[in-house]
């Protein structure tokens, strides 16, 4: 090979297509963290509605003679 052929496969632009494990930690962590915020977001907004509740207590007396005892 002549210096010219060197320097022009030296110079040329190469893409790594490849991700380092650096990279895909990072990304493991930022999807980890934004799906937790977005769990931590949802149960906020769902606290916040006002569902209703029972308006009178319920309460049933269970007499003693309808309750088995099973041995």
Do not use: W
Not at 18 to 34: D, E, F, P, T
Not at 42 to 50: A, G, P, Q, R, Y
Not at 53 to 68: F, G, S, Y
Request: net charge positive; proline share 4%; aromatic share 8%.
């Amino acid at each position: 090979m002549s210096y010219f052929e060197i320097i022009k496969r030296y110079m040329q632009f190469h893409k790594k297509t490849s991700i380092g494990k650096s990279n895909l930690m990072m990304k493991i962590l930022i999807r980890i963290s934004a799906a937790c915020i977005a769990i931590f977001v949802i149960l906020m907004l769902v606290d916040k509605i006002n569902f209703p509740a029972p308006e009178k207590k319920m309460e049933k007396i269970i007499p003693n003679e309808n309750l088995k005892t099973v041995n």
